[in-house]
């Protein structure tokens, strides 16, 4: 066992315990090991936890930053990946109830400096792409604009569009292409439906009066005809 009233590196004050109040306990466990930077505590290690410590009210602010540093590089490009912890709060009383986001940062080979790539937030949503994903479903990809999957909390999925038809279990904004078979029991398209095969008891499709017609094959005459 170690015992000492705190060790503080970073600054030659007295030592302050985890709510951040002097101290006379003399215990290690109880008075944490801080490190103050411009005698601002940056990071606390007590009971077995590491924390890094800041401090705002503002939303979408960074709190925290674990970053990885290639010395290597020249001075603009040293930071290479990062961690940030960022504020989510609606209102300007974060420091009662503040929530808070996890965004996964990579800087490109040859560029600066490292970019949002990830972000998990407050809620469990995942985006990839996007540094916001607080509104556009469990799972957002992006590239650029494009929205190249999103799964909503509600089970749609949509490929192409940030905003898949509610009550449709996927909804896809351009060409589908399938190797193997297709089983539906209903198939809608407002485009064309090509295909080599189609097994189906009934085809419809809307006639010129609006109403739906039925569509079906005459072996005799090798076509299609309605009915």
């Known amino acids: 066992n170690i015992y000492a009233n705190e060790l503080t590196i970073g600054t030659n004050s007295h030592g302050i315990d985890q709510n951040d109040q002097y101290s006379t306990s003399t ?8 490190f103050r930077s411009r005698n601002n505590l940056a990071l606390r290690v007590y009971d077995g ?3 890094a410590i800041g ?47 996890l965004v996964f940062q990579t800087k490109p080979d040859g560029g600066y400096p490292a ?15 996007t540094s916001n994903n607080s509104a556009n479903g469990k799972l ?5 604009n494009d929205h190249l999957l999103v799964v909503k909390t509600t089970g749609e999925v949509g490929i192409g569009t940030a905003s898949p038809t509610s009550g449709k279990k996927l909804d896809v904004v351009g060409d589908i292409k399938a190797s193997g078979d297709i089983a539906a029991s209903s198939v809608t398209t407002s485009g064309n439906l090509t295909a080599s095969k189609v097994t189906t008891s009934e085809i419809q499709c809307a006639g010129t009066s609006g109403t739906a017609k039925n569509i079906v094959y005459d072996a005799t005459e090798h076509r299609f005809r309605d009915f």
């Not at 590089?73 to 912890?85: C, F, G, L, P």
């Not at 957002?140 to 650029?144: F, N, P, R």
């Open 27 to 34: 215990a290690l466990t109880e008075n944490p090991i801080n």
């Open 49 to 51: 936890k590491i924390e």
């Open 55 to 101: 401090s705002s009210y503002a939303n979408g602010q960074m709190v925290s930053q674990w970053v990885a540093t290639n010395f290597s590089n020249s001075d603009n490009h040293k930071e290479i990946t990062s961690i940030q912890s960022r504020v989510k709060t609606t209102d300007s009383n974060a420091q009662d109830d503040s929530g808070g986001h």
């Open 115 to 129: 970019a949002d790539r990830m972000i998990i937030t407050s809620t469990g949503n995942v985006g990839i792409g």
């Open 140 to 144: 957002h990809v992006k590239q650029g």
